[in-house]
């Protein structure tokens, strides 16, 4: 099993930032590509960034390709998502997801991830 715990969430004025955080705990993090995902009220769940499991490479979802970055520190068992110049748009729940690194799986599905935060919310006013 994998524990995933989100953090850093909160209300923020279009044009800022935050920056999320999922401490993971549990088997071995580099054993695991990570994902975030995110999910508005009355929408579907959304892949938004993936890196794999040694951070040589990332993924990002057009809506947020140049905003956004997605890093890891396998020392710290930690994923972080940097979030510059929010959108109104970019409000939900996010969450850190985390998949197998051994065999392939796209990284944009949630499908294809085992195991998940309780997530953390990103509210952006206009």
């Known amino acids: 099993q994998v524990q995933l715990v989100e953090s850093g969430g909160g209300l923020v004025q279009a044009g800022g930032s935050l920056r999320l955080s999922c401490a993971t705990s549990?088997?071995?993090?580099?054993?695991?590509?990570m994902g975030w995902f995110r999910q508005a009220p009355g929408k579907e769940r959304e892949f938004v960034a993936a890196?794999?499991?040694?951070?040589?490479?990332?993924y990002f979802a057009d809506s947020v390709k140049g905003r956004f970055t997605i890093s890891r520190d396998n020392a710290k068992n930690t994923v972080y998502l940097q979030m510059n110049s929010l959108k109104p748009e970019d409000t939900a729940v996010y969450y850190c997801?985390?998949?197998?690194?051994?065999?392939?799986?796209?990284?944009?599905?949630?499908?294809?991830?085992?195991?998940w935060g309780q997530g953390t919310q990103v509210t952006v006013s206009s």
């Open positions: 890196i794999t499991w040694s951070g040589g490479s990332t």
């Open positions: 997801a985390a998949k197998s690194r051994f065999g392939y799986s796209s990284y944009y599905a949630y499908s294809n991830y085992n195991y």
């Open positions: 549990g088997r071995t993090f580099s054993n695991y590509d």
